[in-house]
């Protein structure tokens, strides 16, 4: 059971109506407001867990068929740096994290290479993962000299954003998104659902997350809603819930395995979110062979989530662990070493 502190004054209500904004006019529904009805103390303190806990997105997981090709589309394309990387031969798999800062206070991406399986299906249900640039032409620019695929102009999408999409090797969207200042240059991962009351809801109440905007598109039967864990989303991640009006359904891909989420407990963020009608795949508890403590569920819509221990999340980052469980170069079946190393804690979080 969780050891809570003194009592501390929680951060604003993510039901707050000035927590939703939109260009074409903020919008409330009634269905937001829960009833009112009479709850143990138990229930009470479960509720405000999620909110309470320390939070935040540490990684998106998606498996590749070709992991020397993805790398070298993800640090010569993307510009990404590789943090580290985990090989389990005697598990047929390998796993590669790679991003644009320290793993210990940005996003990163990992990933998963099982051996033997060259190809995986996307799906329709996913949506895409947001990069911000300065300037997208720029960027565009840039990657096609290169020699990589990329739009030759930029759009601008229903948010009155610059923008471009590129594919990487496995099909997987990237969404290039023009914003200055970003601390966080992988700042999106967005998913479609199909009923975005109830999915604002579950990420509010379930997994904590606050509503930063509501954007609500009825001429292009459309609305997108923001949510994260930071008030400011020009400095963390922050999740995009995409309704296409009438649609219920989406194919699940094979690809697309889940959001990384940190957690103080397990335990009682596995209480508070079955307590939100969250579906368990895992229940909480230390990994086999390791002492990691996480907790998977799932969604109204079936998108995967794992909540990992802080304490044993920061574990894994300590240098320890990297000299023992991570090999530091990945050497290419040409024969060509790249630049596949863990990143450089020395320098700045940039």
Not at 196 to 221: E, K
Request: glycine share 8%; proline share 7%; hydrophobic share 30%.
């Amino acid at each position: 059971m969780s050891k809570y502190g003194p009592n501390e004054p929680l951060p604003p209500s993510p039901r707050s109506r000035d927590m939703y904004g939109s260009p074409e006019g903020s919008t409330y529904s009634p269905k937001m407001a829960s009833p009112r009805i009479k709850v143990s103390p138990r229930t009470r303190r479960l509720k405000k867990w999620p909110r309470k806990d320390i939070r935040r997105m540490l990684h998106v997981v998606y498996r590749v068929g070709n992991i020397e090709e993805s790398i070298k589309y993800y640090q010569k394309c993307l510009g990404m740096h590789i943090l580290r990387k985990i090989d389990a031969p005697e598990d047929k798999y390998l796993t590669v994290f790679m991003g644009y800062g320290r793993e210990d206070n940005h996003l990163a991406v990992e990933l998963t290479y099982n051996y033997g399986v060259l190809k995986y299906e996307i799906g329709t249900d996913l949506g895409h993962f947001g990069i911000a640039v300065p300037d997208v032409q720029k960027t565009l620019n840039e990657m096609r000299e290169k020699g990589f695929l990329a739009p030759a102009t930029t759009s601008v999408d229903l948010n009155k954003d610059v923008y471009a999409y590129i594919k990487d090797p496995d099909g997987y969207p990237f969404k290039l998104i023009q914003r200055k200042g970003m601390r966080e240059r992988l700042w999106q991962a967005s998913y479609k659902v199909a009923d975005i009351d109830r999915s604002i809801l579950f990420y509010q109440d379930a997994y904590g997350m606050f509503l930063l905007s509501r954007n609500d598109y009825p001429s292009s039967q459309k609305t997108f809603a923001y949510l994260g864990y930071n008030l400011d989303d020009t400095k963390a991640t922050v999740i995009e819930l995409e309704c296409n009006y009438g649609v219920k359904e989406y194919t699940k891909g094979t690809g697309y395995v889940q959001m990384g989420i940190s957690t103080d407990d397990v335990y009682e963020t596995a209480y508070a979110a079955e307590l939100q009608h969250a579906r368990t795949i895992r229940p909480p508890g230390p990994l086999p062979g390791i002492p990691t403590k996480i907790y998977s569920c799932l969604d109204p819509d079936g998108w995967k989530t794992v909540f990992i221990d802080n304490y044993d999340f920061a574990r894994e980052l300590e240098p320890a662990a990297f000299k023992s469980r991570v090999t530091t170069n990945v050497i290419l079946e040409t024969g060509e070493a790249k630049r596949c190393r863990p990143y450089d804690f020395t320098l700045g979080n940039d």
